[in-house]
């Protein structure tokens, strides 16, 4: 069984940076993609970044040029650097793994950005 474990959220002031961290324990394919999805409060979850296994990346318009998902595929881990965060990047944020049928989400990391 997979399982996804994140770190790394917190209370940040706007302007100020985080980096989340999802860590996949388990039966994993080599070929995947690991991304970060955020639920803001009575919205849906979005997407906000992506990486596939052989590093190709998909960002969000609102966080491109201030966000960065990178991956350690040694260490089955995805991170995703946030600077400059605003008050509009709150939310729960939640680490994904696909691979062939499998849809594994982790529990979620709550980021908020105060004014």
């Known amino acids: 069984q997979v399982r996804l474990e994140e770190s790394g959220g917190g209370l940040v002031q706007a302007g100020g940076s985080l980096r989340l961290s999802c860590a996949a324990s388990?039966?994993?394919?080599?070929?995947?993609?690991m991304g970060w999805y955020r639920q803001a409060p009575g919205k849906q979850r979005v997407l906000v970044a992506t990486?596939?296994?052989?590093?190709?990346?998909n960002y969000l318009d609102s966080v491109k040029g201030r966000f960065t998902i990178s991956r350690d595929n040694a260490k089955n881990t995805v991170y995703l650097q946030m600077n400059s965060l605003k008050p509009e990047d709150t939310g729960v944020y939640y680490c994904?793994?696909?691979?062939?049928?499998?849809?594994?989400w982790g529990q979620g990391t709550l980021v908020t950005v105060s004014s």
């Open positions: 994904n793994l696909k691979y062939g049928l499998g849809n594994v």
């Open positions: 388990g039966t994993i394919f080599s070929i995947n993609v």
């Open positions: 990486i596939t296994s052989g590093g190709s990346t």
